[in-house]
């Protein structure tokens, strides 16, 4: 039986009732997503080179989150969750790609392969808002092998689509520049609402193409202690540039005040070309420079403005927000996240004390020059993650070995506790255990054929030399 051809008329019937008189009152959604954007990348959040006054001036006028997750380290899983509201595990989307990252001399285990696409019988975000009465558009980076199509969006700009090539849209446009004309087309003829645009941008993921117009005015400018990529500067401006006029077309067609902007990244920064400092790590690690990022909402009138909270949020949360939001009804499938209204609303300042967890049984490949990490060979090796309050725990199948830090004292992840706190360590290894036995998250055990120690060992003692 397909699940599909029973739940969606269900939900569409179920909510039928609602959408008439709701769909004036009811507000619409902007969710801008952007690619490989780091935590520190925004001015509001602390960078000194990039320009984004009007990314800063919304985070301003809602709320900052400062602890906000993605569900993985890099594209596929981290989108793949929060289409979702699922947690890795669930949906098998563990990588990009399924095949083997890294020298196969350098893995200890045989990784856990997964999928590359988003079963099409899970149901998104998106199709229980068109359920509840709501136009849905995409506009940008898919990356989870169906079509957006298929799993809820009305309309649909890819920028893989013929005459798109690398950061370049169709007539030698910069995307960023054609996927926001194409969001506010989406906006003007669904003007009466409500609405849902997921803009989620390709920038500024590799390869890092500049807006040739701005070049100039960053070669120019004085390079930060944080900050000094000008090419990473003007994609990041064109981007900014992008929400300004996006806030402007709202303003001019009377929708700001009910349009509910929300400001996420699908993964930490590309460690060559930015830094999250003071996080260690970048695009790839379970540290926290590659999964913390940049998140607000600003919601006029309802989301006061000034606000900022270090309340641990992660991607899995928005599936149900964004159904609260809609007044959608929650389909019959798991869900991980919890929803962030009342935080929003100021009705509660915490979730509870709850995990947020990761899984990731594979590999990613370091960058040749970095080694901030437990070694200079992969940015990941297979790993499990758990944070409880101010706690993180880190570990890694290869050797079991056990990392914990205490994020408020050691936001750096530097001084690893699990010695030193063995009663904390075991409750979040615990916790930790647990929650993969209830998602049934698989673990690799079996040894890789291919591996040589004595390779690995040279290996890392030969980039040692050259740092």
């Known amino acids: 039986m397909n699940y599909r051809t029973i739940v969606a008329p269900l939900l569409a019937c179920l909510t039928t009732c609602c959408v008439g008189t709701a769909a004036e009152t009811r507000p619409n959604i902007l969710f801008i997503y952007l690619d490989d954007f780091g935590w520190k990348d925004t001015g509001y959040m602390g960078s000194d080179f990039y320009e984004t006054p009007h990314l800063d001036k919304l985070a301003r006028g809602g709320m900052i989150f400062t602890s906000a997750y993605s569900c993985a380290a890099n594209c596929a899983p981290a989108r793949a969750c929060l289409l979702s509201g699922q947690y890795t595990p669930r949906h098998q989307v563990f990588n990009v790609g399924t095949g083997a990252r890294g020298n196969a001399k350098h893995r200890r285990l045989a990784h856990i392969r997964g999928t590359t696409t988003l079963r099409p019988d899970i149901v998104t975000w998106a199709e229980a808002l068109q359920a509840a009465g709501y136009k849905t558009g995409m506009f940008g980076k898919w990356h989870l092998g169906t079509s957006p199509k298929q799993q809820g969006f009305d309309t649909v700009v890819e920028h893989r689509l013929p005459g798109f090539r690398g950061h370049l849209g169709p007539d030698g446009a910069y995307l960023a520049d054609a996927l926001t004309d194409r969001t506010i087309d989406f906006i003007r003829a669904n003007r009466d609402g409500p609405w849902c645009a997921y803009l989620s941008h390709f920038a500024v993921h590799t390869p890092l193409q500049a807006k040739k117009d701005l070049l100039p005015k960053y070669e120019q400018k004085k390079p930060g202690k944080l900050h000094n990529h000008a090419v990473m500067a003007t994609m990041i401006q064109a981007v900014d540039d992008g929400v300004g006029r996006l806030v402007a077309q709202l303003e001019a067609m009377g929708l700001r005040r009910n349009t509910i902007i929300v400001f996420f990244s699908d993964n930490g920064g590309y460690g060559p070309a930015t830094d999250m400092d003071p996080l260690w790590g970048y695009k790839g690690t379970y540290y926290e420079g590659g999964i913390r990022v940049p998140f607000f909402v600003n919601w006029p009138g309802v989301v006061r403005a000034g606000q900022t ?142 591996f040589d120690a004595e390779a690995e060992a040279a290996a890392i003692k030969k980039l040692q030399r050259t740092e």
């Not at 928005?318 to 991980?336: C, E, G, N, S, V």
């Not at 090796?381 to 309050?389: D, L, S, T």
């Not at 063995?422 to 409750?427: F, L, Q, Y």
């Open 309 to 450: 909270t270090d309340e641990p949020i992660i991607g899995v949360d928005l599936y149900p927000t964004f159904l609260d939001i809609a007044q959608a009804k929650r389909p019959d499938q798991p869900m991980d996240g919890l929803s962030l209204l009342p935080l929003w609303k100021g009705e509660k300042e915490s979730l509870g004390k709850r995990g947020i967890f990761w899984h990731f049984p594979a590999y990613l490949q370091s960058y040749s020059v970095y080694a901030e990490q437990r070694d200079p060979l992969f940015r990941s090796r297979p790993c499990g993650i758990v944070r409880i309050g101010k706690y993180k725990l880190h570990e890694y199948f290869e050797d079991g070995g056990l990392e914990l830090y205490d994020l408020r004292a050691d936001i750096r992840e530097r001084n690893n506790l699990a010695e030193s706190m063995p009663d904390k360590r075991d409750e979040l290894h615990k916790a930790l255990k647990e929650w993969r036995k209830r998602v049934g998250a698989p673990i690799p055990q079996q040894r890789n054929p291919k």
